[in-house]
């Protein structure tokens, strides 16, 4: 080939090349578009970590009821029919107002035989006493022997003794005749009616006739697990909530158990409502404890926390605007806070949302709140 024929071939393979080239270039433009997508800054929503007074607090469940001394449940003094029972459930009771009377004639009927036999037991004694006084004068004048004296002074004794258990049974009677009618205690509420007049019922507690609480003075026995007990303080404060419900109720710890069951690991603690509560009793309800108090500790929302495959961090906003990863150790904690221990310093902008996923250095944008 010659030279002027080479010349010629060069040529139209740089025009052939060219275009080749320019492709490539529009190329990689291409992928730098798709890195700056890619680098777009999320939009995030920052809490600020602040050194605070902190409380941790116990989380458990507890049953509304009638404090003691609140509540009455009325059982028939034996087998017996419901005479009478004139309050409906949820009525309202005055103190002395009548809520059961039970038709028992067999107690009415052995009172009358238990004084009955008090009045034989005196006759008895007066005779026994006459005639002790008589062998005792007929001792003195030598007409009685001395072992008929002593005698009579033993049946004196037995009939004296017969009189005061006689009198005792007529008390015992008497006792139990006056529960054929029972009245309120105390002002108060009926919360559960188990029979209706003209039923009969039994002499026991498995078959109750009414229940009468004093709703004013309502608490909470809660179930706490015995690792968590020994930080239950009678007098701390509790937080009393409805299933489902954000708003609480204040209260406080009133007493803890000092022997726990050992069947399910857990002791009782009896809560006090601050003020009178609406919530009815046997109502099931979410409790909150306060339980170990830090004067000054590091707090942020428990909304920041992260927690994968073991390790537990949060993300940080940097003043770059970028996000910044930061393994933390928690200490106290309840249900909206935690407290920070290391990891985290006071006035860290933690992200409280957007963080799910988001990478070590990626570009944010914080959302006003």
Do not use: W
Not at 5 to 34: D, F, T, W, Y
Not at 35 to 43: D, S
Not at 326 to 346: C, D, F, M, N, Q
């Amino acid at each position: 080939m010659t030279h002027m024929q080479n010349a010629v071939v060069g040529r139209v393979m740089m025009i052939v090349i060219m275009p080749v080239s320019l492709l490539a270039v529009a190329g990689c433009h291409e992928k730098s578009v798709e890195r700056v997508e890619t680098a777009a800054a999320v939009p995030v929503a920052v809490e600020t970590a602040k050194v605070e007074p902190f409380s941790s607090t116990i989380v458990t469940s507890g049953l509304v009821t009638a404090a003691p001394g609140a509540e009455l449940v009325v059982i028939a003094p034996e087998a017996a029919r419901i005479a009478e029972m004139p309050r409906a459930e949820g009525e309202t009771v005055k103190a002395g107002d009548l809520l059961v009377r039970f038709d028992m004639p067999n107690l009415v009927s052995d009172v009358a035989a238990r004084r009955a036999a008090v009045a034989q037991a005196s006759a008895r004694l007066e005779a026994a006493k006459a005639n002790f006084t008589r062998l005792s004068g007929l001792l003195a004048q030598g007409v009685a022997a001395q072992r008929e004296v002593e005698d009579a002074k033993r049946q004196q004794a037995e009939a004296e003794a017969d009189l005061e258990q006689a009198r005792s049974a007529v008390g015992s009677a008497v006792a139990l005749a006056t529960r054929a009618v029972v009245r309120a205690p105390f002002s108060g509420l009926i919360a559960k009616r188990f029979h209706n007049p003209g039923d009969f019922v039994e002499a026991a507690a498995g078959d109750p006739v009414i229940k009468l609480i004093n709703p004013a003075k309502l608490q909470v026995v809660a179930s706490v697990p015995v690792g968590e007990l020994s930080r239950v303080v009678v007098g701390h404060a509790v937080e009393v909530r409805e299933p489902g419900h954000e708003e609480g109720q204040a209260a406080k710890v009133l007493t803890k158990a000092a022997q726990v069951d050992p069947t399910n690991a857990t002791g009782d603690v009896r809560i006090a409502f601050v003020k009178p509560s609406a919530l009815a009793s046997g109502t099931r309800v979410e409790v909150e404890i306060v339980g170990d108090e830090h004067p000054q500790a590091l707090v942020i929302p428990a909304a920041a926390v992260v927690t994968e495959e073991g390790e537990v961090f949060v993300m940080v906003a940097g003043s770059d605007k970028k996000a910044h990863k930061y393994p933390v150790a928690i200490g106290l904690a309840t249900r909206t806070k935690v407290e920070i221990t290391s990891g985290l310093k006071a006035g860290d902008l933690v992200i409280v949302r957007g963080q799910d996923g988001l990478p070590e250095g990626a570009a944010i944008t914080v959302e006003a709140k």
